[in-house]
């Protein structure tokens, strides 16, 4: 069996409508153990050999340890097949009760542990070459 065949995650109609009403929602268990384990060892590999995207940040205080990267899938299969192959194309339709879904990018953000950076509420939009609500 491939991991694509697991179950399904099917987001509710009070998701749907948090995420149109606030822009924002949680879902919780969506990524099952055999993505995680697939993701996490591509995440190990991107750390140790970053490819062209890499934009590391400066760990505040120069505590930790803050790893940025993205368009990883262009190059690393766990990536790909995690963009591509598993319910997260799916799930993006069901929010957007959509036929097609493109990607933009994927962008992967490392915190190691004790890193002190935080995260402010921002808006990544107005860099991005698109327009529209229909952006997850
Ligand atoms: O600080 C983070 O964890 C994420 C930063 C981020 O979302 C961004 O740079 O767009």
């Known amino acids: 069996m491939s991991v694509q065949e697991d179950v399904q995650f099917k987001i509710t109609d009070e998701q749907r409508?948090?995420?149109n009403d606030d822009g924002v929602t949680v879902l919780r268990g969506v990524i099952n153990g055999q993505w995680l384990a697939r993701l996490d060892e591509s995440i190990e590999k991107?750390?140790?050999?970053?490819?062209?995207?890499?934009?590391?940040?400066?760990?505040?205080?120069?505590?930790?340890?803050?790893?940025?990267?993205?368009?990883?899938?262009?190059?690393?299969?766990?990536?790909h097949d995690y963009c591509l192959k598993s319910d997260l194309p799916d799930?993006?339709?069901?929010?957007?009760?959509?036929q097609r879904i493109n990607l933009l990018y994927d962008q992967l953000f490392v915190k190691e542990p004790g890193t002190q950076n935080p995260t402010p509420w921002h808006n990544d939009q107005p860099f991005w070459p698109i327009r529209g609500n229909q952006v997850i």
């Open 17 to 19: 409508q948090a995420f």
């Open 46 to 79: 991107d750390i140790a050999n970053p490819g062209p995207f890499y934009h590391g940040y400066k760990a505040k205080d120069n505590v930790g340890k803050f790893h940025g990267n993205l368009r990883i899938w262009q190059n690393d299969p766990g990536f």
């Open 91 to 98: 799930l993006a339709r069901q929010f957007f009760q959509s």
